[in-house]
């Protein structure tokens, strides 16, 4: 669901005219897939990878040539880790229906994750999809405040239903937003800029008659740039916050990418959430992608009050959601982070690599602002010359480290910066092998 | 994702004055679930069942009780059937990525599932759930079209998204649609009505601006009666779907429900679709529920020239769909589905069951109209005075028959049809337990 890559311009997708270039496997898949499958489906790299097998952070191929993946943020706990795979096909062979059955372990499952939340998000709704907890999340808010405006970050992406790509100004820009939709800039630098763009936002609903029923950020800021927490972040969106509840508007935390300890551990905080590194009191929070390792599991935390005015009103049933199988693969994910000290480890592996990008950004003119959170980090690449971004060579940068068997991808809002979240068991094993890659890659760029 | 039970009045649902009345792990298990679980999460009966354990069309509580399934349509080829479940596991001990590398499980599930569909219906684009499915494909109809007007049967449901609550009149009423929408009554009897109102609600959307985009129906019509094909069906929905034709709309087949041989085997035809139960033509297909016996994946099938003119302008991934163990468990269903012959085993078996029930409708005046089409089945209860639906005698039949460990449920516009819609694997045996404890069920009733 959040795959902000720009329609036109250089891009790390396989392209037909590479076609005749493919061996003669790769090219039968890709035809064979081409006539089945919708236009919309992309594969990435001009020379398309097939993959057999996963295992932690490496991925396989038909022939046995690993690959690292600094990819792939789902399976967070590592490809196919074990104790997940175990509890499915343990699951799978018992039982598997739906939530208007007892089941314990659902009940299981929601004690221990909202154990994590606070400020009083106290109640659990699963659904299957980051697309489905955000829309579920705006009807809540719609709901409950009785309005109908969302306020959003300027690139914001928060999923492909019909109701959350009209608030996903990165698919498609301004033009394509609903009417009662309006961006913020995000909170760069000291954040004022943001704080200035809400209350004009908030004014300008206001004014239109829509009232503000929500503000929702994704609490990483993918797809705004990869804002790491600051002071300046922190208290420009404690005013941002201020005054959406001010205007009667919730703060919806879009968790679907930095939850599940993606932004690693904060001093003092068991490290799951990332609007606790940016100190906010969210009134609904939206999880999913790494919840189930890969399984379609995703959820809408909210303060129970707001539940109960939706509950009230609407009738609200997901089939799919909360199934046995499902909620064990959840529970088995959840046990592995912890037990593996997962979120520690990504603030720790997480500084590392930052360290090593840093050294990179010395080393390379093409590469500038190395930044991010735990194991979720950036860097831009640039043009020598005038230091501006710089897609094109991104994008070879992408391809030469697919040739040494690297899996990153370009991102952003000019497709100009390399983004880098593995799976969280990344090793610095795994560190030294991509800062190798990275920098044999550029020196043979230049 | 299907529940069309209303609001309020008589349910199958357990009440928090039930509570007093539990055993005590029950009793644990419900308040413990409420203390976590949103409070729009229901469970069946007033006496909530706790199941550990499925097989074929029986699922099983923890003390080992053994109830009849005669109400859950997802788990279809039967409960953890063995070889989904061995899929499941073989394939998530691999790998499990998503579809922007190449894996041939997708392409191999893909080329099958195609060969099942006719009139051009070549196009898969994989998703999680039957809302996603809808929701995708009012974007893609809107899309081509250029048209916003959606045209709905009176009491039709199609899903949970934002957009698709507002096409659902079963969850709210007319007052709950969106302003773009227009309600048909779906084609009793000879359908003249059906085809009436649909010249007015394409007349009123286009001279509100709207124009059509749109026409979707439950080719079962489950919400709105559960109309089994008739020449009279198969005439009203042909001049239904060439109005919408001619007014530059599309037809959206809504299979989620009936889809993979719920409704039997129709002569001659490999009976894996509502539509030709009915010699439709759609332009687009949703299918779900069954799909992956369990697992959370559905789809759009659609004509290729539709996909090209909404991927030109729209980009759409969405991570969970399509992904290797998605597909393993949905090639696995399908190869049970045929090599169990449960479409020809739907057809047979469910025309006995109608018999039993129409019997049954004859030998109680609580009863009337027992109809539906292969495994899809539903009978109406009635005021035995005055004849007019009866939803408390219905709803006391569903929990009589609960004591008596068969599981179906109420539903219908008031509430007052009994619905059954077994795993395909019903047996004779299972016709003949459901008949004999309903038979001694509304004995108990007079």
């Given amino acids: 669901m959040i795959e ?3 329609m036109i311009g250089p891009a790390t997708y396989f392209r037909p005219e590479h076609r005749a270039a493919l061996d003669p496997r790769t090219r039968a898949l890709v035809d064979r897939r081409e006539a089945v499958l919708s236009p919309g489906y992309r594969l990435f790299y001009d020379h ?59 009940i299981d499952y929601a004690e221990l994750l909202l154990d994590s939340f606070t400020h009083g998000l106290d109640t659990l709704t699963l659904v299957c999809t980051g697309s489905e907890a955000n829309d579920l999340a705006l009807r809540v ?26 608030i996903s100004p990165s698919l498609g820009g301004t033009d394509s937003l609903a009417p009662w939709v309006r961006t913020v800039r995000p909170p760069v630098d000291d954040g004022a800029v943001m704080v200035a763009d809400a209350r004009t936002a908030i004014a300008e609903l206001r004014a239109a008659g829509h009232g503000v029923a929500a503000l929702i950020v994704d609490t990483a800021f993918a797809s705004d740039g990869f804002l790491a927490p600051s002071p300046g972040t922190r208290s420009a969106l404690a005013e941002v916050q201020r005054l959406v509840h001010a205007a009667g508007g919730v703060l919806i935390a879009d968790e679907v990418q930095p939850g599940f300890g993606r932004l690693g551990q904060r001093s003092g905080e068991p490290g799951l959430w990332g609007y606790r590194h940016h ?37 609200y049933f997901n089939t799919f959601a909360g199934t046995p199988v499902s909620v064990a693969a959840a529970r088995a994910t959840w046990q592995v982070l912890h037990d593996e000290n997962l979120p520690e480890h990504a603030a720790t592996i997480g500084a590392e690599l930052l360290a090593r990008l840093s050294e990179l950004v010395q080393q390379h003119d093409r590469l500038r602002a190395a930044r991010g959170q735990g194991l979720y980090l950036a860097v831009d690449v640039v043009d020598r010359e005038t230091g501006a971004p710089d897609a094109q060579a991104a994008v070879a940068i992408v391809s030469a480290l697919r040739e040494r068997r690297i899996l990153i991808s370009a991102s952003g809002r000019d497709n100009a910066a390399l983004k880098l979240r593995p799976p969280l068991p990344f090793s610095r094993a795994d560190v030294d092998r991509f800062a190798t890659e990275l920098d044999a890659a550029l020196r043979d760029l230049d």
């Fill in 4 to 6: 902000n890559e720009p």
């Fill in 48 to 106: 398309p990878i097939e993959f057999v097998r996963g295992s932690g952070t490496k991925l396989y191929t038909r022939d046995g040539d690993e690959y690292l993946d600094v990819y792939n943020n789902v399976p967070s706990v590592g490809h196919s880790h074990p104790r997940v795979t175990a509890a499915i096909a343990e699951q799978a062979a018992l039982l598997n229906t739906h939530t208007r059955y007892l089941h314990e372990g659902l």
């Fill in 279 to 315: 100190d906010l009191t969210p009134d609904l929070v939206t999880i999913g992608k790494p919840m189930a390792n890969g399984l379609p599991v995703a959820a809408l935390v909210a303060r129970r009050e707001l539940m109960s005015a939706f509950g009230e009103r609407v009738r």
């Fill in 141 to 166: 808010a719609k709901q409950a405040t009785g309005h109908r405006g969302i306020v959003v970050t300027e690139n914001a992406y928060h999923g492909v239903t019909t109701e959350i790509a009209a």
